[in-house]
């Protein structure tokens, strides 16, 4: 309830009545003035009540008068009225009644109580609430209330005292708090500031108000009473303490910093009286050293109780005051670090730890420090100080014996250490105290053994020495307990520098981050002075810390403490990172790095770090703070032993669970500040892979390290403890590297290159030993890049880079990973989803896959493996979005080198089959030409060659591609054409670019082809001829996609470049003979050398060039130089043709008869598509070719097709130019012919050339074939020298022999009567030739006696086989088949076919003029001479016979024309060659052979008959037109043939038969017709034939006779068979003779020959006598005609005339 309440009020009035009222009651006896004043006082009161409404400020105002009964009351000094008067005098105070006035009047009343010592605790309380409840009582009264509770502080009773204490500092609080106050209710008003006097010393409070002045006389007061001056203020302080003094001025300052602060005045005061008089008392303090026995006075030694609360006035002056009192701060500081020194009492250095913590947990007093001093010129580096003195403390503490008057229990140090080790390894019997203390935290160094305390919680300064404010004797301080206090400082110290620091970072951050987002283009500006501090600040106290920490951490025991230590280590390392002070950060970093390593462990990164820190020794003071390196018998629970990672084997090195929590804390390390190691990476990375390497982790898939079981043997040995912490361990490296991605660009960078080093010096060791490498760097490297995949292209140089080198490594695992890792991280990077994705950002992809290509540098097989193996998983993967990076991956499966070995080139293979197979549609144009390289390249590998013959067929595949997509491959390849010339425009340089400047399409097939070129001239015949039939069906199947001019470079740059290489090739090759083709594969003797299978490929690709000329012959013949391009290829032909290999040749002369039977093409479009071999879909009715026809589509394929097709299709134009350059082509094919017949007929010279090549029949029956054709198209100028030229080879081609090996397949068996090939095609030709001038015009028949010698020559051959030149032949029957020897044909049936020809010619022709003037008919008779002379002498019978029918028909024909041209002479000397030839024939002077049957024989005659006849009815009829001369001759023989002459060698069976009576018979027939001829027409051929008669039967007559004469003198004896025969002949001849005569016209015969007939009879009557059956019957025959002349004749005279 409020005290101004109606209720309150009523009820005040009515206790203020009461007490009155009971106070006159009291004093009605003994005090009746204060009764009546009681009395008075109810009824002043009423009457306010009364009269008042404001009945609170009524009383107030009249409060004099109130309170006056009540203090009349105390006056009288007895306690019971006393006690009611002080009660009622409260109340009045507690409802603020009480006045200015009557509040002094209540004071002095309570000073003469207190003086008279009565009721001193009420007093108190009195003077309490008249304080507290209203601010009526100021200045001198307020002194006096003051003076009042300080003066019952002394008294002996000691309730009294501490209540006067307690009353006290509530009063002080009182007075400043009424000051706060008052400032608070003037804030708003703006006083005049009071004018600034000279002097500023002054102790002028004029210009404070009331209660302030009131604060600053008793501030002022108390600062003279502690230093035991007189009080200005204070008027009647009889004592005073000290501690008590400083108390209150701890309270003041630590309670109302602010009046201090804002007040002018009041700072005034602290500088001038507070701090002086604090330095004053601590001089005994500070000249006091410990164990000194020279100390001058007892006074001087320090003070406990003074002591510790300086250092507690110190503490708040610093902490509140610290900006006015700059000056005294550094002097109170100074003052502080010393008391920490070693001579120090161990009181006063646990006092002055517990202040140092105090400030170590106020980072940013530790700021100001560091801006005011460290950071000024000339100023001492306290902050510093500060730092490097609690390092130095605590190194004091190990190293200086504890000799203060601890009464702590302290271990022996060898007992500690032994026990605390046994205990540690957990041995049971580790007993002594030091087993009893080992469960306790605590730091052990060098066997000096410090427990560890709490003593504060982790952040506040919780001091237990400072607070002991009731200790007047120094406290016993245990062990330990200054090391866990200054322990804790450090920790607090790093913790709140770095927290605050980082604070402020984030803050700066996130302004930083704000001002972008508003101003994305200006540069942010940081504030640098804060940088600046802060920088300050951690150079400032790192060496301390550092020290401190690192001495600490190995000597720490506990788990916990290790923790915090690092925790430090770690906190200060990341924030010399963000801070950028590298070596402070590594420095921290190091330390950590040399915790987590064994002792002594040979690290360089880390001793070169170390050596140059613990040069640096930082002086404080004259103390020297050294960075103490680690102790080597710190006592650790072992781990784990394992083997240390250097090239030098060293033993077993040992990690101990502290080495384990450190490597933890170093991967937290990396794992969150990872963005601030920069170049200490390499520091961290080093230490891990070391530990990696003891610790026996290996890399796994994708990088991981995973637990493997030693490698290096049994040397590594792992506890169970760490081996359940091994997966963790790997579990937090990986995550390290994960979390790389969140760091930004430059510190991954420092990563990346850190692990580059490490992975350098891993490769360095690993160079020259095969001992297991240390993986981890490249291991990691893949992690990171793995993770960093959306930003890859900043760390894809260095990363890929190195990973390059670690592919060249010798070391074979070391380069396995290499790979491993290089190629995983391509195959990701590829995969992942990057944002542009690839296929539109083309310069990542070529980023992403150059390592790739550059791997195909390595020569390592098995990296080149790796790399192939991946280029078929990206392949396969990704294919179908490499889209620029083709280029790239087609170089690398083209990489291929013959040294690679096998396997590497089937991988390649199956990267580029699967390339063809599925990726051609998906690449640029562009890159078609690198796939035709590629494929090129492994047509021509030699490892495998099955691999080059597949490349030939995926090079046929990919021409096929060319072809189906043609249209689209030409647009495109044109877009990027143009866009190639503008940037070649740009710079200034031509488009350089193979076989420009053919159109982009047209360069793809060039490039095809000239790489099937290539291969056709390869070493393995395999491959050339799978080449060959390629380049030529591609060229054929879509040759028509070209356009005209590309068609120039494909003949002379491709077809005529590779004949040539081929010709040389095959001229050069190797004859020897090769033994088997490899393994057990047998060579066909064909193919045993390597001419012979050259000569495959020459003649392969010949006929590949030949055809090509053939079917696309009307386009090239529109190229310009189509002559020279025939003449070049007529020449590659002759050269094959005359090349000494039969294979060769034969075919040179097959291309040759392809190129020149060109079949005139169809005219129709749509066969001729089908022709090409374009599908018919592609033929649109629109475009069909028609010259007329307007072209619809600007060049799409079909219109090109047809373009090229219409070129081809549509003959020549009829002109004249093309006529004559058709018929220049054919006479330049003429000339080779004739060339190469003339070459190839031309017989050895010498007999000694052996070894001369002599041509096979099918080669020279290939090249005469060749003639017909060939004539065709020069027949118009087809002259006498070319026939005399034709001639001359058709002879030497057939005179060629064969070789006695081939004779059985070419020959037929001797007796057959069979032409060769070869002697057909002859014939043919000359057929050929007689039929064209047979249609031809006149001009042309003089060339028939030309073919008529040709074949008169050829008809020789039967009777006269030719020579070849000086070489011996055999005949073909006695040639042995397996000598190497000449075989000469049976030329008969060819010789005699020739004649057959003769006489069909000369049937036809011998009428004509040429045949009538060359004396054709006398040469046939003259050539028909020599068989028919020889007869039965020919090598064959057929002939003679042949020989005879032929001249029977040839005179049939001929002796017409002779006869009707006798007259010109011309015929002249044919007759006598005529009658030569019946001579020679009909006596031949041959015999029949012994086995000649007699029907044989009896045909012949017939044909001798035959003979007869002819002159019967072709010559001697026509007499009168024929030469007298042949007529005697031909008489002459007649009557030679008609008296038979016999061979003596018949046997007497045949004679009858073999005496050719038939002939004679026939001879004498003919005879006699034209003896008795009536048709004689001169006498002159009478004559002649009389004269025949006569002679006929004289020679009768006389065989008659010599008969007789015979028969008579042989007597008994018979005659000789053939005088018998003889004989018989004569006699039928007499009767022939008879007959004849008969039948003649009686006037025709002479009579001189009827005389001599008659003449023969009386002969013939002699003859009866004779023995001889056969001469009887014949007599008989011959007598009987003789009866005719038994009749006289009619008339004599007659006869006689006639």
Not at 486 to 491: E, G, M, R, W
Not at 1067 to 1082: Q, R
Not at 1391 to 1406: P, Q
Request: hydrophobic share 40%.
């Amino acid at each position: 309830m409020s005290t101004s309440s109606p209720e309150a009020v009523k009820k005040l009035l009515e206790n203020m009545q009461t007490d009155l009222r009971s106070l006159s009651m009291e004093c009605k006896k003994k005090f009746p003035p204060v009764k009546e004043a009681a009395e008075s006082g109810i009824v002043k009161i009423k009457t306010i009540a009364v009269r008042n409404t404001g009945i609170l400020a009524a009383l107030k105002e009249n409060s004099l008068e109130v309170v006056q009964p009540f203090l009349m009351g105390c006056g009288t000094k007895e306690p019971k009225i006393t006690q009611l008067c002080l009660a009622a005098i409260q109340r009045l105070m507690s409802h603020e009644v009480v006045s200015e006035a009557a509040a002094g009047n209540i004071i002095n009343m309570l000073w003469q109580l207190m003086e008279n010592g009565l009721e001193e605790l009420k007093l108190l309380q009195t003077v309490l609430v008249l304080l507290t409840t209203n601010t009526v009582v100021h200045d001198e009264v307020l002194s006096k209330a003051i003076v009042l509770c300080f003066r019952l502080h002394f008294t002996k009773d000691n309730i009294t005292n501490n209540t006067a204490a307690a009353t006290v500092r509530q009063v002080v609080t009182v007075v400043f708090e009424r000051m706060v106050a008052e400032d608070e209710r003037f804030k708003g008003i703006v006083e005049q500031p009071p004018p600034v006097q000279g002097n500023t010393n002054r102790r002028s409070v004029s210009t404070l108000r009331p209660s302030a002045k009131d604060a600053y006389m008793l501030f002022q007061d108390l600062c003279q009473l502690v230093n035991a001056d007189a009080p200005y203020w204070l008027v009647g302080m009889t004592e005073m303490t000290r501690t008590f003094g400083l108390e209150l001025l701890e309270s003041v300052l630590n309670d109302f910093p602010g009046v201090f602060l804002e007040h002018q005045e009041f700072s005034f005061l602290l500088k001038e009286r507070v701090c002086p008089l604090v330095i004053k008392l601590f001089s005994p303090n500070i000249k006091f050293r410990q164990g000194s026995g020279t100390s001058p006075a007892p006074v001087e030694k320090p003070y406990f109780p003074i002591c510790m609360r300086l250092l507690r006035v110190v503490s708040v002056l610093i902490k509140h005051f610290y900006s006015l009192l700059v000056t005294e701060c550094e002097i109170f500081l100074s003052l502080l670090v010393k008391f920490l020194d070693g001579e120090k009492p161990q009181w006063l250095r646990a006092v002055a730890v517990e202040s140092v913590h105090r400030l170590c947990v106020q980072p940013h007093l530790l700021r100001s420090f560091c801006q005011s001093y460290d950071m000024k010129p000339h100023s001492t580096k306290v902050f510093r100080d500060i730092v490097n003195a609690l390092g130095s403390f605590i190194q004091s503490l190990f190293i200086v014996p504890n000799t203060g008057n601890s009464t702590a229990v302290g271990a022996p140090a060898g007992g500690s250490g032994s026990g605390s080790q046994g205990a540690a390894l957990g041995g049971p019997g580790a007993g002594g105290v030091g087993g009893n203390l080992s469960t306790q935290a605590a730091f052990e160094y060098r066997g000096t053994w410090i427990p560890l305390m709490t003593v504060s919680v982790q952040g506040s300064a919780k001091a237990t020495y400072l607070e002991m404010l009731d200790k007047v004797e120094p406290p016993s301080i245990p062990e330990g307990y200054a090391m866990s206090v200054a322990f804790s400082a450090l920790l607090d110290l790093v913790r709140g520098i770095t927290s605050m620091i980082e604070r402020e970072l984030a803050v700066e951050e996130e302004a930083a981050a704000e001002f972008r987002a508003t101003h994305p283009d200006d540069e942010w500006q940081a504030q640098p002075g804060a940088h600046l501090v802060w920088e300050e600040m951690v150079s400032a106290c790192w060496c301390g810390l550092l020290a401190a920490l690192s001495l600490l951490l190995d000597a720490s025991t506990d788990e916990t403490a290790t923790e915090n230590i690092l925790k430090a280590e770690l906190t200060m390392a990341s924030l010399c990172g963000r801070l950028g002070l590298v070596t402070p950060r590594d420095a921290f970093i190091t330390a950590i790095c040399k915790a987590s390593l064994p002792p002594h462990y040979a690290l360089t990164v880390l001793s070169s770090n170390a050596a140059s820190l613990s040069g640096k020794a930082y002086s404080i003071q004259g103390q020297s703070v050294q960075i103490i390196s680690p102790s080597s018998e710190s006592h650790q629970q072992v781990v784990a032993v394992g083997q240390p990672l250097s090239s030098q084997p060293q033993g077993t090195v040992v990690l101990t669970a502290k080495n384990i929590q450190c490597m933890r804390t170093l991967l937290n390390l990396a794992h969150c500040h990872g963005a601030v190691l920069g170049t200490s990476w390499q520091l961290v990375l080093a230490t891990l892979q070391h530990l990696v390497w003891i610790l026996g982790l290996k890399p796994g898939m994708g990088g991981a390290l995973k637990p493997g079981r030693a490698v290096e043997g049994p040397s590594t040995v792992l506890t169970t403890a760490v081996m359940t912490d091994l997966p963790v361990i790997s579990n937090i490296l990986s995550r390290l590297f994960e979390s790389s991605q969140y760091l930004d660009d430059v510190s991954l960078h420092h990563l990346i290159n850190a692990l580059c080093s490490l992975s350098l010096e891993a490769m360095e060791m690993a160079y020259g030993n095969n001992k297991e490498p240390s993986l981890f760097a490249v291991a990691k490297l893949l992690e990171t890049g793995l993770v960093n995949m959306d930003r890859i292209e900043i760390l894809w140089r260095p990363l890929t880079g190195h990973l390059l080198e670690v592919c060249q490594h010798p070391n074979s695992r070391m380069r396995e990973w290499g790979a491993e890792a290089l190629t995983a991280l391509i195959k990701a990077s590829l995969a992942y989803k990057h944002d542009p994705p690839l296929a539109q950002n083309q310069r990542l992809q070529l980023l992403l896959l150059n390592p790739l290509k550059e791997l195909s540098n390595v020569l390592h097989a098995d990296i080149r493996q790796k790399q192939l193996e991946s280029v078929l998983q990206i392949l396969q993967s990704q294919g179908d979005g490499l889209g620029p990076g083709w280029p790239l991956v087609l170089g690398v499966i083209g990489a291929i080198r013959n040294d690679q070995g096998e396997s590497l080139i089937r991988t390649a293979f199956q990267c580029l089959q699967l390339v063809v197979t599925d990726f051609l549609p998906t690449m640029p144009c562009g890159c078609l030409q690198v796939v035709v390289d590629v494929a090129g390249s492994f047509g021509l590998q030699n490892q495998e060659l099955n691999i080059s013959l597949t490349s030939i067929g995926l090079l046929w595949n990919i021409s096929d591609y060319f072809f189906q997509r043609g249209e689209a491959i030409i647009q495109e390849l044109e877009r990027e054409e143009e866009v190639l010339e503008k940037q070649a425009q740009e710079k200034g340089e031509t488009l350089n670019r193979p076989f420009h400047p053919a159109p982009p399409f047209d360069c793809l097939w060039l490039c095809l082809y000239a790489k099937l070129g290539e291969l056709c001239v390869d070493p393995r015949p395999a491959v050339r001829k799978s080449a060959g039939q390629t380049l030529f069906s591609t060229i054929a199947a879509h040759g028509t996609l070209l356009q005209q001019p590309t068609w120039h470079i494909v003949v002379w740059k491709v077809l005529f470049q590779l004949l040539a290489c081929v010709r040389t090739s095959s001229t050069t090759a190797d004859k020897e003979k090769i033994e088997s083709g490899g393994g057990n594969i047998l060579i066909h003797h064909s193919r045993d050398t390597a001419e012979k299978q050259w000569a495959e490929t020459w003649v392969l690709t010949l006929a590949g060039v030949a055809r090509i000329f053939n079917t696309r012959r009307y386009l090239l013949q529109q190229l310009g130089d189509f002559f020279e391009a025939w003449e070049v290829l007529l020449n590659h032909i002759q050269s094959a043709a005359l090349s000494k290999n039969n294979e060769v040749s034969l075919a040179a002369l097959k291309s040759f008869q392809e190129i020149l039977q060109i079949v005139t093409p169809v005219r129709d479009s749509g066969d001729a598509f089908a022709v090409i071999g374009v599908p018919p879909v592609l033929i649109d009715p629109l475009s069909a070719s028609g010259p007329g026809r307007p072209l619809v589509r600007s060049d799409s394929l079909v219109e090109r097709l047809t373009r090229y097709n219409g070129a081809e299709l549509q003959a020549p134009p009829p002109g004249e130019e093309s006529a004559l350059e058709d018929s220049a082509l054919w006479w330049s094919a003429w000339n080779t012919w004739y060339r190469t017949g003339t070459d190839s007929t031309r017989p050895p010279s010498g007999p000694g050339e052996k070894f001369s090549f002599i041509p096979s029949q099918p080669f020279l029956t290939a090249l005469i074939q060749i003639f017909p054709a060939l004539y065709q198209h020069i027949k118009a100028n087809f002259s006498m020298e070319d026939l005399r030229k034709l001639g001359v080879i058709l002879h030497g081609a057939v005179s060629v022999p064969i070789s006695s090996d081939a004779s059985p397949f070419i020959l037929p068996s001797y007796t057959e009567a069979v032409l060769t090939s070869l002697q057909e095609a002859v014939l043919t030709a000359l057929d050929v030739l007689q039929k064209a001038i047979c249609v031809g015009p006149e001009n042309l028949q003089v060339m028939y006696p030309a073919i008529f010698e040709q074949l008169l020559l050829f008809v020789e051959f039967s009777c006269k086989p030719p020579q070849y030149g000086r070489m011996e032949t055999k005949h073909v029957a006695n040639a042995k088949y397996n000598q190497a020897e000449w075989v000469a044909l049976n030329y008969v049936p060819f010789a005699e076919r020739s004649l057959e020809v003769v006489v069909d010619l000369y049937h036809k022709t011998a009428c004509h003029k040429a045949v009538i003037n060359e004396k054709v008919l006398q040469n046939v008779i003259k050539t028909l001479r020599m068989p028919l002379g020889l007869k039965y002498a020919c090598p064959s019978e057929s002939t003679w016979k042949l020989a005879v029918s032929s001249l029977l028909k040839v005179l049939s024909t001929g002796l017409p024309v002779a006869r009707q041209h006798v007259s010109s002479g011309k015929f002249d000397t044919m007759w006598p060659e005529l009658a030569n030839a019946f001579q020679d024939f009909l006596f031949t002077k041959s015999t029949p052979p012994d086995n000649l049957s007699i029907q044989e024989f009896q045909k012949n005659e017939a044909v001798d008959v035959e003979v007869v006849q002819l002159i019967s009815t072709e010559i001697l009829p026509f007499a009168n037109f024929i030469p007298k001369d042949f007529v005697g001759q031909i008489m002459a023989m007649l009557n030679r043939g008609s008296i038979h002459s016999q061979s003596p060698s018949f046997t007497e069976a045949e004679i009858d038969v073999r005496m050719r009576e038939e002939f004679s018979k026939v001879c004498f027939e003919t005879l006699l017709q034209f003896s008795f001829s009536n048709k004689v027409s001169t006498p002159q051929e009478g004559y002649i034939s009389r004269m025949a008669l006569s002679v006929l039967l004289k020679r009768s007559q006389d065989v008659l006779r010599r008969y007789v004469e015979d028969e008579r003198l042989s007597g008994r004896c018979p005659l000789p068979r053939q005088q018998v025969t003889e004989i018989i002949f004569v006699l039928k001849a007499i009767s022939t003779l008879m007959d004849s005569l008969k039948k003649t016209q009686p006037e025709n015969v002479d009579g001189n020959t009827w005389a001599q007939v008659i003449a023969l009879y009386p002969t013939l009557v002699e003859c009866i006598t004779c023995s001889s059956p056969e001469v009887s019957s014949a007599l008989k025959e011959a007598l009987g005609p003789f009866k005719d002349f038994m009749q006289p004749p009619v008339s004599r005279v007659q006869n006689g005339e006639s």
